[in-house]
T-cell receptor, first 111, second 113 residues
Framework: NAGVTQTPKFQVLKTGQSMTLQCAQD?????MYWYRQDPGMGLRLIYY???????DKGEVPNGYNVSRLNKREFSLRLESAAPSQTSVYFC??????????FGPGTRLTVT | GENVEQHPSTLSVQEGDSAVIKCTYS??????FPWYKQELGKRPQLIID?????GEKKDQRIAVTLNKTAKHFSLHITETQPEDSAVYFC????????????FGSGTRLSIRP
């Protein structure tokens, strides 16, 4: 099993550009999450999806949209990137065992 | 919604000594309290968790205690080793896998040789 995978690993955007971060899990988990981690900071929840077809806002949803495409995939979209969105983005999933599994992260820089 | 406060933000201990990290939570409905370790440049990984129906759980050198009345829980690491150097995060949530998970702000633990 690959666990939780994220693409891309690194990305540089100019202010105003858009992009989609992809996340997939192969553990048949119902819940999936997107977090951002600023340098030296904690993990802040952007959006989560408790099951296929549902999404809910977390602590810092402004400037982001999400899509739970199917049970495996949960994407995060930045419509108009801003320097304040420079961060490392982690996707995570959670299933019946309750442990949350994280992906390797996407390091995003907005100039 | 849930709010989790974590202290201290940084902690430096001598190798072999114990380290304690404390968290408080606001939502009395929370009943599942995981702790994650994040090494530099890596993803967070679960190291121990506790449910609200128990007051303490131990796994080798790490233990977690929970005081549900006071809404406090703590991570204890004994006989610290260099490989314990990392950032530790606590969280409070519902045991249901459908719940959102809010993390504390993290503690950077450094082990001095």
């Amino acid at each position: 099993n690959a666990g939780v995978t994220q693409t891309p690993k690194f990305q540089v955007l100019k202010t105003g550009q858009s992009m989609t971060l992809q996340c997939a899990q192969d553990m048949n988990h119902n819940s999936m999450y997107w977090y951002r981690q600023d340098p030296g900071m904690g993990l802040r929840l952007i959006y989560y999806s408790a099951s296929e077809g549902t999404t809910d806002k977390g602590e810092v949803p402004n400037g982001y949209n999400v899509s739970r495409l199917n049970k495996r995939e949960f994407s995060l979209r930045l419509e108009s990137a801003a320097p304040s969105q420079t961060s490392v983005y982690f996707c995570a999933s959670r299933g019946g065992q309750r442990e949350q599994y994280f992906g390797p992260g996407t390091r995003l820089t907005v100039t | 919604g849930e709010n989790v406060e974590q202290h201290p933000s940084t902690l430096s201990v001598q190798e072999g000594d114990s380290a304690v990290i404390k968290c408080t939570y606001s939502d009395s409905a929370s009943n599942y309290f995981p702790w994650y370790k994040q090494e530099l440049g890596k993803r967070p990984q679960l190291i121990i968790d506790i449910r609200s129906n128990v007051g303490e759980k131990k796994d080798q050198r790490i233990a977690v205690t929970l005081n549900k009345t006071a809404k406090h829980f703590s991570l204890h690491i004994t006989e610290t080793q260099p490989e314990d150097s990392a950032v530790y995060f606590c969280a409070a949530t519902l045991y249901s896998s459908a719940s959102k998970i809010i993390f504390g702000s993290g503690t950077r633990l450094s082990i001095r040789p």
